[in-house]
Every structure is written in structure tokens, then in C-alpha cells.
């Protein structure tokens, strides 16, 4: 799987002038908890996630304490610019999947920036994102496999799907057998694939 594939296209997006009240509600409206901070030429300059967003403005509870808390008099900061977090990672619309799911593993992240080749935000890639490719039904990554084997000129070959991974029997040969694991892996939801090769008859003796 590339992630142009799976990525949310067309991502809600914030600038440094948005207030945080209202990235706040952009982030409840869409039912996110992070987006990128673009310029006003609409190149990425940081990321704002909702901790960023709520840190700073939840007053104590005075119900909380036996003695009243100090009272905060410094007002919160008023805009994104103030919060948000540099970029220091996105991914290409080119990438695979899976190196969008280590660096989201590695860095405790639930989304990524997606750039194009000249540096363009062009999407955002969740996790939330592959687990709904990864969710996919058996009988859709079936049919999907079967047509793209089909129309590659070997419409023999026979494939069976059992949550997520695929079994093709009919490859004979190392080329074809190539061609058939990556038809499979091009298939989004697809997790992994084993080509079937019959035992070889024993001779007569």
C-alpha cells in the first residue's frame, strides 16, 4: 500500500493567525486530534494537536482543594503560532504504509503530515487511516485481487483471502510467481501473501 492511497486528502489545516479557540472547535467539528499549520502560500510550517491546544487554559477547581489555589492571571496564549509544534517529520504521497506506521510507532504519533514531490501538503495519513484499510472485508480484497490478476493476463489463477492474507495458487514459474506478490501487496488491506506450489509427484518406482 502507498499512502496516496489511504491518506485523508484535502486536510483541514491551520495558519499561525488562527485563534486557538477556533482550532479547537476545527479539531472537534472533524472529529481530529491534530492537524498541520500552513503558511498563507499553503506550504506546512508546524503541526497544533489538541494538547497543545488545551495546555495552559484549564483552571484548578477550587472544589478540589482545601485551601483556595493561587489565582492564574496570565491570560493563555491567543493563537496557533504561540503552540504549535515545528514540523520535524511527514512523509512523502509516494511512501509506503509501513514506513508511515514505524515513524507514527516510533514517535508516539497519530498522524503525519503527507507531502508531493515539490514539498506540497497534499494530505495527512492516521492511524486511524490504516486501520480502516487494514479493516477491509475478505470477499472486497477477493474480488479486487481476482479482477487485477485477471486483467494482468491470468485470469487461472485462483485466490483465497482469510482475514487479510492471501493465498494464490496457480504461479509455476519465479516470474510469474513475482508478478502474483505484487499484485497481492497492491491491494490495500492486504497483509500478507503465499503463493501456492503443489508438492512435485513422486516418481513410479
Known amino acids: 500500500m502507498l499512502v496516496r492511497e489511504i491518506m485523508t486528502s484535502s486536510p483541514v489545516t491551520a495558519r499561525r ?28 510550517c508546524g503541526v497544533v494537536a489538541e494538547i497543545d491546544l488545551i495546555r495552559d ?13 493561587e489565582p492564574v492571571t496570565d491570560l ?17 504521497e509516494n511512501a509506503e504504509v509501513s514506513v508511515a506506521v ?34 477491509r472485508d475478505d470477499d472486497t480484497l477477493d474480488r479486487e485481487l481476482t479482477a487485477l490478476i485477471t486483467k494482468l493476463g491470468h485470469p487461472d489463477w485462483l485466490v ?20 502474483a506478490e505484487s499484485a497481492a501487496a497492491t ?3 492486504v497483509t500478507r501473501v503465499r503463493i501456492h506450489q503443489p508438492e512435485a509427484l513422486s516418481p513410479e518406482v
Open 17 to 44: 493567525d488562527t485563534p486557538v479557540r477556533e482550532a479547537l472547535a476545527l479539531l472537534r467539528d472533524h472529529h481530529i486530534t491534530a492537524m498541520p499549520v500552513v503558511t498563507s502560500t499553503g506550504r506546512l
Open 57 to 69: 487554559r484549564v483552571l484548578p477547581d477550587p472544589r478540589a482543594h482545601v485551601l483556595s489555589p
Open 76 to 92: 493563555p496564549p491567543a493563537y496557533v503560532e504561540r503552540v504549535m509544534s515545528p514540523v520535524t517529520v511527514a512523509v512523502r
Open 102 to 135: 514505524d515513524i507514527m510507532a516510533e514517535r508516539a504519533l497519530k498522524s503525519l503530515p503527507v507531502l508531493d514531490d515539490d514539498d506540497a501538503l497534499v494530505g495527512v495519513i492516521s492511524r486511524s487511516d490504516v486501520a480502516a484499510a487494514l479493516a
Open 160 to 179: 483465497v483471502v482469510a482475514d487479510g492474507s492471501v493465498v494464490i495458487s496457480g504461479p509455476s514459474t519465479p516470474r510469474d510467481r513475482a508478478l
Open 187 to 189: 491491494v490495500t488491506g
